[in-house]
Structure formats: C-alpha cells, structure tokens
C-alpha cells in the first residue's frame, strides 16, 4: 500500500533522513518510533509531496508514483499533521463541516459523520466552540476527527496522542485497530512514545533511517536474547539497544566489534 525506496532529505549540508526503506502492508498499522529530531515528520511530510526528497528515492502510495499521482492519491488520505491545522475562528463543528465539503462528503451523510466523529473523540459537548477558546488537547482530538471524517482508506496520523490524556490515548488506539483489521484501513503512525508502539502490527525503529523494523513482540525476544535477560524489556531499552548497536557499527566503518 505504501511503498518508499532510499528516501534522503538533506536541508542544506543537515541530513534528516537518510537511505529510508519502508513496506507497509493494506490495513496493516505501521509506526514509525523514535525521538523528536529522528526524522520521522520530514518522512511524512515527503511522503505528501509537502516536501520534496533529494534525488533518487522512489515513493508510491496505492501503486501510484508520487509526486506524479498525488492528485489521485490524495482523496484516500486522512492526515492528521503535528501542527494546528484548523481554523481558531471557527466552531469545532464548523471546522468538520469545512473540511467535509472539502472532501465531497455528499450533504446526505455530513452532519451525521459529523455527530459520529464527536462522539468518537469526546467533542460532542464542545461541538459549538470556537478552536481558539479550546485547550490544546481539545485541539488535538479536532484535528483527529477532521482527519478522520471522510473515512479515509489511508490514515497517515504525525504524533496524534500529544496532549491527549491516558484514558483517550487507549480509546484512539482501540478505534486505529478496529478500523484497520476490520475495514482494512492503512496506518502510518508517528510517535516518541515508545510505549505505543506495541499497538502497532510493525514498527521501524528510527534514526534518520531505519535502523530495524519488525513486530513489537520479535524485536523485544531479540533483545532478551542479545542480551540473556530474564524478562521481555521494554521497549524504551528495545530502541536504545539498536540505535546504540547501530551507531557503534557505523563508528567501526560497518563492522562489527
């Protein structure tokens, strides 16, 4: 479904990400794990044609070459950016009723998308607020919803959890899982909160590139072997032990100590 070959982007002589190769399956969800600064928002951002890569990476979402298709591509994609991306002058119900006309959601089905999406994001109470007068974690679950409105075959969500408390957290995660196994959504997810990702089916662990992907579960029995531990570690200790690993590989000129 989504499909990214030696992906490099370089601002000026910086190098954010570096020879990036991703997979990811239909309804499968993807996270992409690291730090803030790992590379994982220019991933995205090129991804959606906002950003363009250095010369030679190859990108295609759905079998459509990007950036030549993005146009065709585009109408299957909920994206929810880190940024703010609403209007601070408008309700929170004006925002989804702008953003569903922008999406052609027929006048039929729109308010009642509209209540589905409230409901499913705790908003339903605020739905006449202004952004501005909203907190940022409200904000937060806005901009989920409007990504959210069109039923997107694609969701592409960039730290969609920031702000948002532990107990909505679980219910976001619960409705990324419902969606992708039972309607075949597929979800490319960003977050530095290593904890989340055993929610994900894979992850790519991240460091400009990636520096090993694999389920939650392999990648964490991996490392309790390395290194003969008694118990499964977290994956905070998964993520230090392959960058570490990675980075004494690439001192060494590649080869192993």
């Known amino acids: 479904m989504i499909n990214i070959s030696?992906?490099?982007?370089?601002?000026?002589?910086?190098?954010?990400?570096?020879?990036?190769?991703?997979?990811?399956?239909?309804?499968?969800?993807?996270?992409?794990?690291?730090?803030?600064?790992?590379?994982?928002?220019?991933?995205?951002?090129?991804?959606?044609?906002?950003?363009?890569?250095?010369?030679?990476?190859?990108?295609?979402?759905?079998?459509?070459?990007?950036?030549?298709?993005?146009?065709?591509?585009?109408?299957?994609?909920?994206?929810?950016?880190?940024?703010?991306?609403?209007?601070?002058?408008?309700?929170?119900?004006?925002?989804?009723?702008?953003?569903?006309d922008l999406y052609k959601i027929p006048k039929a089905v729109i308010y009642s998308r509209i209540k589905e999406v409230l409901e499913l994001i705790d908003l339903k109470e605020y739905r006449k607020r202004l952004i501005s007068k909203?907190?940022?974690?409200?904000?937060?679950?806005?901009?989920l919803a409007v990504a959210l409105l069109h039923k997107p075959e694609i969701l592409i969500l960039d730290e969609p959890t920031v702000g948002v408390d532990p107990e909505l957290r679980i219910e976001f995660w619960n409705y990324f899982k419902k969606i992708s196994k039972e309607d075949g959504v597929t979800?490319?997810?960003?977050?530095?909160?290593?904890?989340?990702?055993?929610?994900?089916?894979?992850?790519?662990?991240?460091?400009?590139?990636?520096?090993?992907?694999?389920?939650?579960?392999?990648l964490m029995e991996n490392v309790k072997k390395l290194k003969n531990l008694e118990k499964l570690p977290d994956m905070e200790e998964v993520f230090i032990y392959y960058t570490h690993s990675e980075m004494e590989k690439k001192m060494l000129g590649g080869l192993k100590a």
């Open 6 to 100: 030696n992906l490099s982007k370089s601002f000026g002589n910086f190098k954010a990400v570096e020879n990036l190769n991703i997979n990811i399956q239909k309804g499968e969800i993807f996270g992409l794990i690291g730090p803030n600064g790992s590379g994982k928002t220019t991933t995205i951002l090129t991804l959606l044609d906002i950003l363009d890569p250095d010369p030679g990476a190859k990108i295609t979402i759905d079998g459509k070459e990007i950036p030549k298709k993005i146009n065709e591509v585009y109408p299957k994609i909920g994206f929810m950016p880190q940024e703010l991306s609403l209007y601070l002058d408008l309700t929170v119900e004006q925002n989804l009723k702008f953003f569903g």
């Open 187 to 218: 979800i490319l997810i960003t977050t530095h909160y290593l904890a989340e990702s055993i929610n994900c089916d894979r992850i790519g662990l991240m460091n400009k590139e990636i520096v090993i992907s694999g389920t939650p579960l392999d």
């Open 134 to 143: 909203c907190s940022g974690g409200m904000q937060r679950r806005c901009s």
